[in-house]
C-alpha cells in the first residue's frame, strides 16, 4: 500500500531494532514527513543517533513524544510494559489516538487497560523488516477506525507484507512467521554445509542457500501457486530433485517444522503462566 500517511503526528515508544526499523521503512518511503515521526527514547545516543540518521524528532521524555500524536506505536520490551507505560503518559496520549503494538505476549486487554478509552492494534511484525522484506500481521482491537487500520497498513507496507488477522490467532502467527526467520536461517546454514560437503567455497554456498530461500519464497508471493504445485514443477520424473525430497522426507523435515511450531505453542503457554 503507498502513498502518504493520513496522520499529522506518529510517535514511537522505544527506538530499539524493530522501531528503528520501521522508521527506516516509513522514512525511505516518504510515508511522512520525518519531522512528524517522533521518538520516545531510553538513552541521548540513542535519540541523536535516530535523530541524525532519519531526520525524526526524538525525545527522552515520553510523555512530550506522545502529546499531539494521532497514532502511538509501543516498540518497548514486553517486560517493561509496567513501568514505562505509566498513569502519567496515558495521560498525556490525545483522546483520539490509536494505539499500535509491536510487543509480543501483550494483550489488547492489557494495553486498552492502560489507556483507557483507546483504540488497540497489535502487530506481530518479524526482523526481516530491517530490510524491507519484514511480515506484520495487524489484529485490530474492537472499535478500531478503518482508517487507522489502513494507516498501519502502510506503515508495516512500506517494511514489507502485511496480513490481516484476530487477536486469537496471533500465538499461531508469532510461531510461524515471528519465530520463522530463525527456522529458515537454520535450514540457510544448513543447506550451505551441504554445498561446502558438495566443494563449494562457504562464501558462494551461503549465497546460493540464502537466494534459493529468498526467491523461491518470492515465488510462491509472485505467482500465487501452492507451493506443492511449484515443487512439482521442478520435480522430473525419476529426476534428480525428486530424489533430494525424498532424502528430506526421510528426514522429516516436515513433521520438525510441525514440532517447531507447537515447541513455541507450548513455550509460549509456559511463559503466559510465569
Ligand atoms: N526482535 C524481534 O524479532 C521481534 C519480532 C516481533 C516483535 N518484537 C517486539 O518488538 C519489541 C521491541 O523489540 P526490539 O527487538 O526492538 O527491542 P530493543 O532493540 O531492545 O528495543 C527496545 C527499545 O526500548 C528502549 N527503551 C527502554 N526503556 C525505555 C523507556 N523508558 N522509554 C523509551 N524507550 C525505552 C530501549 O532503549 P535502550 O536500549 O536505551 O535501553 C530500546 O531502544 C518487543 O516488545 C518485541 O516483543 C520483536
Known sequence: MTGKLNLHKLAFIGGGAMGEAIIKGMTGAGLMDPASIWVGAHRQERA?????TYGVTAVIDNTEA??????????????MV???????LAEAVEEKAVIVSIMGSVTIEKIAGIFKGHSVIRTMPNTPLAVGAGMTAIAPGAGVPADAVQA?????????????????????VTAVSGCGPGYV???IDALADAGVMAVLPRAAA??????????????VLETGKHPAVLRDMVTSPGGT????IKALENGAVRGALYN???????RSEELRKH
Open 48 to 52: 541523536a543517533y535516530l535523530q541524525e
Open 66 to 79: 506522545v502529546k499531539g500524536a494521532d497514532m502511538v506505536i509501543l516498540a518497548i520490551k514486553p517486560q
Open 82 to 88: 509496567d513501568s514505562v507505560l505509566d498513569a502519567a
Open 152 to 172: 498501519a497498513e502502510q506503515i508495516f507496507g512500506c517494511c514489507g507484507e502485511t496480513l490481516l488477522i484476530q487477536e486469537k490467532d496471533i500465538e499461531a
Open 185 to 187: 536461517y537454520v535450514m
Open 206 to 219: 551461503i549465497k546460493l542457500a540464502a537466494q534459493t530461500f529468498a526467491g523461491s519464497g518470492k515465488m
Open 241 to 244: 530433485t525428486i530424489a533430494g
Open 260 to 266: 517447531a511450531v507447537q515447541a513455541v505453542l507450548d
